[in-house]
């Protein structure tokens, strides 16, 4: 008979041999939940929570080495991150946060410093975990948004949580994107200062940390003549985070962005290319910033406006290569192509020729152009300065001898400008103070008086739109002045009376012997003297001038396609010189003559009411027809 037990068999025999094989795992677990639970018996650990981590697969003595003893020290039971992550440990331990002034200000070691609580970790793709790439810029904030950490430290960047958080990168990450954090950029546990080569956000390793998200453009960029500058070391040079800044990086349709159209030129382009230094250095053009500047693009770019021609507009963005070289934008085989993207037809019948030019530039500026600003700044000092002389002994003389105003009723004045001429005066009066406004505005946009105008010149051209306007309406006032002459017999007359004579000069004689004191009674003139004929014959040509200049400047798609573009130049200083010459003309010489002048003031009404001043009557004899 053989005995019940003596060896295994069938079913019976193969489960007696699985647990005699289990039972050293059995025995190990019960001796780790035994461990587990005479740890709890000292140590607050919430197990089941822990259990739910990203360790809750370990056991305490799998991190608390020499724990097992029922009695240990301390400082062996502390659990050691490099027994399991000892690449990260490493790399931690070189970098800036691994120096020991860094452990003992913040209080505890530098794992859980980013990572949280020990027995509290989650991976780091859970939003719970404070390096999710959600909360990682408040985590790495909590330190470098510290001023007491900035001033022990001597951090570079202040407050860079807040202006990460206004950056696009962290928008997109709010809206549930992929995009670039604070480790893409400066590392995880290998983070080194920016002025290390070896730091992944060192000036030459840029292009390439950002090419890691925008390749095409980074391959754009490295052959570019800035891309290719900055690889050979040249700091000058920029790269990405020069143009677009590090942690505020916004789109370029915020007009807060270094790179949006109205700050491209300054703060951007001409950072580098208004800089002396820089352009002395390396043989660039200095004036290019400051031509471009009181150019219509320049000056229509300060007042606001986000659509007009900037810098990258035509030398390209990331592409951008010396003028020189064939791909580039303003090659000379190829600039006709940039200016007629937005000027068609330009450049195809003369060449485009010089587009940075400073009309006092004699080098850069066509000698038309250079002469005529010249010819104007002596025409300016000699006419006005002349002007106001005259009128300054004008004034002393009628003020040494004062003479009685006679007092006559408004329906016993003369007339001296009948509703034709009235109409005419209140149209160009009207139009030529908007065009004024309008016109320096555009010229000098910075100017506190130029701000209400220039509101909305970001969303809307008010300003252009109401200078135009102006311009339409003094020439219709213009014409309606001729058409009026035309078809008025005492029109004529009056405007024929308007040609100069010898007598003029006779009259001039005259008076100035009476300002100096030669003559003892003031001369009588006629009434269209050589003061209205001046200031007559100024105004025609002025408005032909400005006419013919605005209208080159106004349909510029025209003029480019038609003309050399030295003639836009030159209409440009002629027609802003015209206007400064108008304008002081009318303050300094019309003014005096209908407010100031002691015999009308405080106003000769005769643009209203058509009468004369009884104070003119004592300086004008009487017309052929009583009508002037």
């Known amino acids: 008979m053989q005995r019940p037990h003596s060896q295994p068999k069938g079913r019976r025999g193969i489960a007696r041999l699985a647990l005699f094989a ?6 190990l677990a019960a001796a780790a939940g035994a461990q587990e639970s005479s740890c709890t018996d000292c140590h607050e650990v919430d197990v089941a929570a822990f259990e739910q981590t990203v360790h809750g697969s370990l056991s305490c ?5 020499g724990a097992a003893a029922e009695e240990h020290d301390a400082e062996m039971a502390r659990a050691d991150c490099a027994d399991c992550h000892g690449d990260a440990v490493e790399a931690l331990a070189a970098s800036v946060h691994g120096h020991a002034e860094f452990l003992e200000l913040s209080g505890q070691d530098s794992c859980t410093t980013c990572h949280g609580k020990v027995h509290a970790l989650v991976p780091a793709g859970d939003p719970a975990s404070p390096v999710h790439p959600v909360r990682l810029p408040e985590t790495c904030g909590h330190c470098h948004s510290s001023g007491e950490m900035a001033k022990r430290f001597g951090f570079r960047f202040v407050q860079p949580l807040s202006a990460y958080e206004a950056s696009v990168h962290h928008k997109a990450l709010l809206a549930g994107k992929e995009s670039a954090t604070c480790s893409s950029c400066h590392g995880a546990h290998d983070i080194l200062p920016g002025t290390d080569s070896a730091s992944k ?17 980074a391959t754009v960029f490295g052959e570019s003549v800035h891309g290719v500058a900055a690889a050979k070391g040249v700091r000058e040079s920029p790269v990405c985070t020069d143009c677009h800044g590090e942690h505020r990086i916004i789109g370029p349709g915020d007009a807060g962005s270094p790179v949006s159209a109205s700050n491209v030129p300054t703060m951007t382009c001409g950072r580098c290319h208004g800089d002396l230094r820089v ?7 200095s004036r290019v910033v400051s031509s471009f500047q009181d150019s219509f693009h320049g000056l229509a770019n300060r007042a606001g406006s986000q659509t007009v021609a900037n810098c990258a507009s035509c030398h390209g963005i990331h592409d951008i290569q010396p003028s020189t070289d064939p791909r580039s934008h303003t090659h000379p085989d190829r600039v006709a192509e940039t200016c007629g993207s937005c000027h068609p037809g330009a450049g195809t019948r003369f060449p485009i020729g010089a587009v940075h030019v400073l009309p006092q530039d004699r080098d850069s500026a066509h000698p038309a152009v250079y002469w005529a600003r010249n010819g104007y700044l002596w025409l300016i000092w000699l006419t006005i300065g002349g002007m106001f002389v005259h009128n300054f002994l004008d004034l002393r003389r009628k003020a040494l001898s004062p003479i009685p105003r006679p007092q006559v009723p408004l329906h016993a004045r003369r ?10 005066h209140a149209a160009t009066a009207l139009s030529f103070m ?3 406004y309008t016109g320096f505005a555009l010229k000098y946009p910075e100017a506190g008086w130029a701000a209400p105008l220039l509101i909305w010149e970001s969303q809307f051209g008010l300003r252009g739109w109401l200078h135009r306007l102006a311009a339409v309406v003094m020439m219709a006032a213009f014409v309606g002045h001729f058409l009026h002459v035309a078809f008025d017999r005492r029109a004529r007359r009056v405007i024929a009376a308007m040609r100069p004579t010898i007598h003029d000069a006779q009259e001039v004689v005259e008076r100035v012997k009476w300002y100096l004191g030669r003559r003892k009674t003031m001369p009588h003139a006629p009434p269209l003297g050589y003061i209205e004929k001046a200031e007559y014959l100024a105004l025609v040509w002025g408005t032909v001038v400005m006419a013919v200049t605005g209208f080159i400047l106004w349909f510029e798609n025209w003029s480019l396609a038609y003309l050399p573009k030295w003639v836009s130049d030159l209409a440009t200083v002629v027609h802003f010189y015209e206007a400064v010459l108008a304008t002081l003309a009318i ?12 015999l009308i003031y405080p106003m000769d009404t005769a643009w209203l009411t058509g009468k004369e001043a009884p104070g003119r009557t004592l300086e004008r004899t009487a017309p052929p027809d009583g009508h002037a």
């Open 61 to 65: 003595i799998d991190c608390h080495a």
């Open 434 to 436: 908007v065009l004024v």
């Open 201 to 217: 956000v060192h000036y030459t390793h840029v292009p390439a940390l950002c090419g890691e998200c925008h390749g095409e453009i």
């Open 415 to 424: 007339e001296r400008l009948s509703l034709g001429f009235r109409l005419a």
């Open 587 to 598: 303050i300094v010489w019309h003014f005096y003559w209908v407010m100031f002048d002691p």
């Open 279 to 285: 352009t002395e250095r390396f043989g660039l053009d």
């Open 22 to 27: 289990l039972l050293p795992l059995g025995l």
